[in-house]
């Protein structure tokens, strides 16, 4: 009994295998290291392979006798995805076919998705709901979507069962500060603020502070990324109960602003965040937060940090690794 996670080399995808691990799981990474670390698992049996890479993984899946799944690997950048669209829909969409295919061909029918909340686009209203229209706004965002069909498909053609998690905004680092986001690949508020605050940037470009909030800057739903490796953890044994495939919101619930995150920011940090207000990004909603109540009674899954504890953990990793992990 053991986890194959692809992309388990990321972010995201690294600090849920360091939550496995600890929890005595067996894991196994499939990562091309495009984007991951191999310090970011230390210990941890890594195959680096792509995900269409059939022979790579049927013997990972053999080897370590792997019954279930956890998709993290795809590329995620809104804006490279509006450039370089076939990479997205090779990449995420028939690679993620192709996977599968290779699973289910060795009886391994479970699998937990790394999905987005992007997959709604400009939510007709917030909080948002699981039933929210589905709107992708980026090639990124419809191939989030289209891999929540393609899995769907395969659990009527061949008995699939899933769980889509539709991420918020994942930011935070390890409490110990010894792993967090690298932030040379990342333009998200948080690692770009804490870059800034550090010295390492020019000032943060907040995209606006003319929107109709209460402090005229766009609202979000930052997670932490120990509440999203929990959440992953959660759906593993959901399926392994016997769980119906599912889509799920996993967000906190409560919006902050982008002024919000900066104050945060700037109290942990314990200095300022320089910062210059500039005009509005395209595709920017102006508010999105979760409803958490589906994933809460399905999985019993809810946000235990705050955005104090993810900007406090972000500020003990960045301030510490100012290379990331060198
Ligand atoms: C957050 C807020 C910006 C940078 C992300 C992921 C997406 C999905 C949802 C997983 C916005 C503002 C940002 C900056 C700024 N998650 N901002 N200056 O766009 O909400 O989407 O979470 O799939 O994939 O990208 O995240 O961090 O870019 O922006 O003012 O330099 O911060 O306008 O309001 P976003 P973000």
């Known amino acids: 009994m053991s986890v194959l996670v692809t992309g388990g080399a990321g972010y995201i995808g690294s600090h ?3 939550r496995l691990h600890a ?7 499939l990562d091309t290291l495009e984007l991951g670390y191999p310090q970011a698992i230390p210990g941890i049996p890594l195959v680096r392979a792509s995900i269409d890479d059939v022979d790579a993984v049927t013997a990972a899946c053999k080897e370590h006798r792997v019954t279930q799944v956890i998709h993290f690997a795809g590329y995620k950048s809104v804006g490279e995805s509006m450039e370089l669209p076939t990479k997205y829909w090779i990449n995420n969409v028939a690679g993620t076919a192709t996977l599968v295919d290779t ?18 686009g400009t939510p007709d209203s917030v909080p948002v709901a699981e039933d929210a229209a589905i709107r992708p706004e980026s090639v990124y965002a419809a191939s989030k979507a289209m891999v929540e069909q393609v899995l769907g498909w395969y659990g009527v053609t061949h008995g699939l069962r899933s769980v889509s998690l539709r991420y918020f905004n994942a930011a935070g680092a390890e409490a ?21 605050a550090l010295g ?3 000032p943060l470009q907040v995209f606006a502070d003319d929107y109709p909030t209460p402090d005229g800057t766009c609202i979000r739903d930052y997670i932490h990324v120990d509440d999203l490796a929990d959440a992953h953890v959660r759906a593993l044994a959901y399926l392994a109960g016997g769980g119906a495939s599912i889509a799920l919101n996993v967000g906190t619930g409560i919006g902050s602003s982008v002024l919000d995150v900066i104050k945060a920011t700037e109290r942990a940090a314990g200095r300022p965040v320089p910062h210059d207000i500039v005009g509005r990004r395209a595709g ?19 946000a235990t940090k705050t955005l104090d504890d993810i900007v406090e953990t972000a500020w003990r990793w960045h301030s510490t690794h100012l290379d990331g992990y060198g």
């Open 284 to 302: 920017d909603p102006v508010a999105t937060y979760a409803d958490p109540t589906l994933i809460n009674a399905t999985l019993g899954w809810t």
């Open 200 to 202: 390492r940037r020019p």
């Open 103 to 120: 699973m289910l061909g060795l009886g391994v029918d479970q699998i937990v998705f790394s999905s987005s909340c992007s997959v709604n």
């Open 176 to 196: 110990d500060g010894r792993h967090g986001e690298v932030w040379d690949r990342s333009i998200n508020l948080v690692p770009v603020a804490m870059k800034a």
């Open 23 to 29: 929890d005595g799981a067996d894991v196994v990474v």
């Open 16 to 18: 849920t295998v360091r």
